[in-house]
């Protein structure tokens, strides 16, 4: 074992799937669809899938390189391969931006457990009421931080392997059975019209960095959990297919996910542009008219809530693999005091749904609430500006040729000649079109 002592994935399959999980979650299911809603629905989608695939992709092998390269954690990574001191910087925006992200996510990670409860003892609070109760939100979203903790605490293989292998199939199975059902629903083709068929006017900078914002979100990008995941993988394992495949699940469970949701919305008559309330508003409205729809509810919010627990043990897993490696504390000490700081970090967003007036109506970059701020801040301007980033140093710094070496074991002279290309994106595609948009959202073009 080349890693000793940190821990290394069981077997390929195993990686796939652990890095599946941080992918897979409340990104695909409860953000998409909320962020599609909210930017007009098709265009959108094809933006999107052109941001996964041609930008997303490309930083998400740079960050699996950089980290079974180097075994380390994100600020390792980068102090290992830079000449610069300046370069670790990237690292540690990603440790904050962990913590920024986990402290709203793990908000909305508890409203899937509220809703576990709520299916089981049924309550007359409709979803409005139920985020407004601070005794609700404070207490499921401390619960799922303490889930996470106990996970993370469990160690890589122990901790996240096991819990992903799983997830993916039977959320596949669900997922497919629900738009099947939604699809026959009365005035579905609404729904579809607007989740596929484009309409190109719709499409702003804004539209563009709400897109690229979300593959990174949705991929785990741009603050290191690829890092950190990939220095857990073994040197016998191929880095391109496994990057290929985690892409390619992730978009499909998104896919799938919009082709569940539109149908309903417009069927029950709801506005696709109500924001983060969207998932939450309309399948239980549609479960209440379904046959047997207490049993398929219950199924939907727990395989719900551990597909955010496979992300939010992702998400945790930065920092603390950085306080391990770095500053040499036990794993113990670092996962339970991140997770008391990201308790107190995430207390305004779960205050903001209705609770504290101020925390919910504090309107900045267009956002109101606190818990959308976290959300652009965190995942449409950090996650971006760290692909940024990591691209321009696999690309020019660390050098392609050196990630080559990494990335070329183990691939066909088929594969390696597909992967001629990478080069070419991290270099110059990626960093300039992130840039790009980066831009004209500030220029507000
Ligand atoms: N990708 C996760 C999701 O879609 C969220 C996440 C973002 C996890 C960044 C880790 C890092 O739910």
């Not at 409709?126 to 303490?146: H, R, S, T």
């Not at 040197?235 to 082709?259: H, Q, R, Y």
């Not at 924001?275 to 046959?291: S, T």
Request: proline share 5%.
């Amino acid at each position: 074992m080349e890693q000793t002592g940190r821990g290394i994935w069981g077997s390929r399959l195993g990686f796939i799937l652990a890095a599946a999980g941080s992918a897979i979650g409340l990104g695909n299911i409860w953000r998409y669809p909320y962020i599609t809603g909210q930017n007009g629905g098709a265009a959108f989608v094809l933006l999107y899938v052109g941001c996964v695939f041609l930008i997303a992709l490309p930083v998400l092998i740079a960050e699996l390189s950089l980290g079974r390269r180097t075994t380390l954690d994100p600020v390792g990574a980068f102090k290992a391969l830079s000449p610069s001191k300046k370069w670790p910087m990237v690292g540690y925006l990603g440790v904050i931006t962990g913590i920024g992200i986990l402290s709203f996510y793990a908000v909305v990670a508890g409203w899937t457990l509220g809703y576990i409860v709520r299916t089981i003892i049924p309550s007359t609070e409709d979803f409005a009421q139920f985020v407004a109760n601070p005794f609700e939100e404070i207490g499921y979203f401390a619960a799922f931080l303490l889930l996470t903790m106990f996970v993370v605490l469990g160690g890589v293989e122990k901790g996240i392997e096991r819990w992903s292998k799983f997830l993916m199939p039977a959320l596949f199975v669900l997922l497919g059975a629900l738009i099947i059902y939604n699809l026959t629903l009365p005035g579905a083709g609404a729904g579809i019209e607007f989740y596929l068929k484009p309409d190109f006017s719709k499409i702003t900078a804004s539209t563009a960095l709400a897109a690229l914002g979300q593959a990174f979100f949705s991929l785990s990008l741009g603050m290191g959990t690829m890092i950190t995941y990939g220095s857990y993988i073994s040197k016998k394992e191929n880095i391109p297919i496994s990057g290929a495949s985690v892409a390619i699940a992730d978009t499909t469970i998104a896919f799938l996910a919009g082709l569940m949701i539109f149908p309903a919305l417009f069927s029950v008559g709801m506005e696709p542009t109500q924001g983060p309330a969207l998932v939450f508003n309309v399948l239980p409205a549609v479960f209440a008219q379904m046959p047997a729809g207490n049993v398929i509810s219950l199924a939907f919010f727990i395989l719900l809530a551990i597909a955010a627990l496979t992300s939010t043990v992702s998400l945790l897993e930065v920092p603390v693999a950085y306080m391990v490696d770095q500053k040499k504390w036990s794993r113990k000490k670092a996962t339970v005091v991140v997770t008391a700081a990201t308790f107190l970090i995430g207390l305004p967003s779960a205050l903001s749904q209705g609770t504290v007036e101020w925390f919910s109506n504090l309107t900045v970059f267009g956002q109101q609430g606190v818990l959308s701020i976290m959300s652009f801040v965190f995942s449409d301007l950090s996650l971006p500006i760290g692909g940024f980033f990591i691209s321009l140093f696999v690309g020019w710094v660390w050098g392609v040729d050196k990630a080559y070496q990494e990335l070329l074991l183990n691939t066909s002279p088929m594969m390696a000649k597909i992967l001629s290309l990478w080069g070419i994106f991290v270099r110059y595609i990626c960093p300039l079109v992130i840039l790009l948009i980066l831009v004209s959202k500030i220029l507000g073009i």
